[in-house]
Structures are given as C-alpha cells and as structure tokens.
C-alpha cells in the first residue's frame, strides 16, 4: 500500500469550507487502497478524528491588504493566486526535504503549489503528482467571456493569460496531472500539448446525503446551494432572482431557498416574502428535503459541481445548465433536466416539474442511482489508489 503525502494549502476541515476541502478531507480517512498524511497551511484548529492519517500544520502568515493584493496583481507575471502562496513556498520544500523518505508518493493538491518541484531534488521530484482539480485557464476563459463590465474584462483577460502561460510552463514537470472533469482535462491538454493527464470526479457521501421521504416536498420550493462567495455561485443566484423567477408562473407560488455560507450585501437583500437567504447552515439536507426542484443556473466555471452531486444523491430532480452537470455522467431526460442559459426555457422547465411530480419519480430515482454507482466517496479513493500504483509501480 502507497504511503502518501498530500501537500494542501489550507487545512480541511470542516469540510464545508470549499470544494477542496471536501476532497482533501475524504483522502486523509483510513481506507484500503492507500495511507495518507498531510502537509498543510494550519488556518484552523485541531478538527480532524483519529480515523485520518497525520496532519502536518506550517503556521500561517499575516493576510495581505488589498493594496499589497493589487500590486501584486499588476506586477506579477504570476496568477494571483500562484502568488498568493508563492510565500510558502520554502516552508514547504524544508519539510519535503527532510521527510520525503518516508512517502512514495507525494500528491501536490492544488496548481498553487506547482512552483514546489522547481530547484528540488530529482528524487522528490519523481515521486510528485499534481491535482489542479480544475483548469485553471479555462476557468478564466469562461468567466471573461460572461463579464460585461469592461474593466474586469480586462482584468479577467490578463489572468487568463497568465494561467495559460503558468499551466503551459509548470504542468509539464510531473508524472501526472489529475483533473476532476474530461472538459478540464481536455482543456489543460489542447493549451499544453501534453497528454500525462487523468480524471476522477469528486465524490459524495451517499449514506449522508440520503433522502427522507418526498411526503415532505408539499409547496413549490426551489433551492440553490453553495459558498455565496464564489463567483460562479454569485453570478448564479444574481441570475436566478432577476431573471428566472420573475418568469415563473405566479399561479404555482415558487419560494426560492438560497442556502450557504458568506452571503454578500446584494444577497442578503434577496430575502422576501418570496426568497429566503439562510447564510451557513450546519446540515443542508432539511432544505433539500423540502425542495421540489434543485436549480442551477451556473454561467462559467469549471470542474465538478460537489452541490450537484448532493442534490443528486438527495434523489432529487435537478435542472441546471451545461455547465453545472460538466464532469458528471449524468443523461438529459433520463436522471437530469439540462437547460440553456435562458431565463425562459429554465422557469419552463420548473413549472413542468411543478405541474407534474409523478412524471419525475424515475428521474429522481436514476439521479440516486448514479450517485451510489459513480461517486460514492469509496470508489473515488479507489481510483486516486490507482493513479497512486500505476504512475510509480516501476
């Protein structure tokens, strides 16, 4: 069994933090196919259980001002975020040194970090796989396409650029790179020309995520779940309340949920006698379970879509655009509703699940199916075991 050592840039816990976290958290517990430690920014507390492998914490810096952020931005040649952690970067590389004998695998966990392998030792080197997760170009390419503002236009152009050379540049120094969609890793791989790169989708803990009984979905809810945060989420629910709500027909009177963590200004002020915005919830599952209809209307963005997959898992109907179901093996009509990013065809949609909930019992039940098959958190760490075994079994 592979000893390996992740190397992250943030701790893991609670899991809810990010989509990475999710991942990084769900890799750390005691499985059959590998045994993993973990090398990480301590930026919280003690949280994880005896049933994960080590954590080892390199102590956080004091954050930079938004001026030093902006300079940083306007000088750099580096992505912002390459930036960002590019301070820690000795930091990492001292541990590696001293205690990469004890690993033959050392799994760097995000792109930030790629800047770890340049001046080491072949031997660390060789042992080294990175884990964009997502493409971090095509991320950028989407969301300045979408931008109608010009000044962030231009910004988002220059990041794109930058990412695109950083990828080009770095992804071509280790013996993998995993992705967590096909869309990333074909994006990554037609800006590199290189084809040492794989995918594994996040996973979804279906014995957690498990529906109640549908008796509970008795009025017209709509939910959208996710960090408010997140640019693609914002972009999302901006789109949902201006544009897609006011569509649906008033006779079914829908209440739209917008449930998660760091709602901004502009969603707080959302909330109505028509729309409740929660903030951080401990357990997401009583909202879903009162939901009739799961909605995405993701934009841009990129990588798979942990909120999909819960919803999924939740046996729920799920309409949301192509977007939000990439990286999924999902099947329009069969376990999903996939709609274009038309405010009119998306309130459509909700109205005919609205209007007819028996018509969509299959469906909810192909969409659970999909979830314990495909991406129940076991098999995930199956096939990081596997990319594990294959790239270092000589």
């Known amino acids: 069994m592979d000893k390996v050592l992740i190397v992250a840039t943030s701790y893991p ?23 993993a430690d973990m090398l990480c920014i301590g930026d919280l507390g ?61 799994h760097l966990s995000s792109p930030y970090l790629a800047e770890i392998a340049i001046g080491m030792p072949s031997e660390i080197v060789n042992k080294m796989i ?19 503002n010009i000044l962030k236009k231009i910004i988002y152009s220059i990041e794109f650029l930058k990412c695109s050379s950083f990828e080009k540049r770095y992804y071509n120094i280790f013996k993998a790179a995993v992705f967590v969609s096909d869309v990333d890793r074909d994006y990554a791989k037609a800006i ?60 079914f009177q829908p209440h739209l949920l917008l449930v998660g963590q760091k709602p901004d200004e502009t969603t707080l002020s959302f909330a109505s006698e028509h729309i409740t915005v929660t903030g951080f919830v401990e357990d997401l599952r009583p909202y879903l379970n009162r939901s009739k209809v799961y909605i995405s209307p993701l ?67 192909n969409a659970r199916d999909l979830a314990e098959k495909k991406y129940s958190w076991d098999s995930i760490r199956k096939a990081y075991g596997l990319i594990y075994e294959n790239r270092f079994s000589n």
């Open 13 to 35: 816990y609670p899991e809810y933090r990010d989509g990475l976290a999710k991942i990084n958290a769900n890799l750390l517990k005691k499985n059959d196919y590998f045994d």
């Open 46 to 106: 003690d949280l994880n259980t005896s049933d994960v492998g080590n954590i080892f914490k390199i102590s956080p810096r004091k954050k930079k001002n938004k001026f030093s952020q902006i300079f940083s931005f306007i000088f750099s040649m580096k992505p912002i975020n390459v930036s960002k952690y590019s301070e820690y970067v000795r930091q990492y590389k001292d541990f590696l040194l001293e205690h990469h004998s004890r690993y033959s695998v050392i």
């Open 130 to 148: 990175i884990f964009p997760i997502d493409c971090m170009t095509l991320f950028w390419c989407r969301r300045k396409k979408n931008e109608e």
């Open 192 to 251: 590199t020309k290189k084809d040492n790169y794989y995918c594994i989708p996040n996973g979804v803990d279906v014995d957690y995520f498990k529906s109640d009984s549908l008796a509970q979905r008795d009025k017209n809810f709509l939910i959208f779940t996710g960090d408010m945060s997140y640019a693609p989420n914002k972009d999302a629910v901006n789109f949902l309340v201006n544009k897609v709500l006011p569509k649906i027909d008033q006779k």
């Open 299 to 365: 934009r841009f963005g990129s990588g798979i879509k942990n909120k999909i997959l819960e919803a999924m898992s939740m046996g729920m109907v799920v309409i949301g655009t192509k977007v939000s179901f990439e990286g999924i093996g999902c099947t329009p009509g069969h376990d999903c509703v996939q709609v274009e990013v038309d405010e009119f065809k998306m309130a459509k949609a909700v109205e005919e699940i609205f209007q007819n909930q028996v018509a969509y019992t299959s469906m909810r039940k």
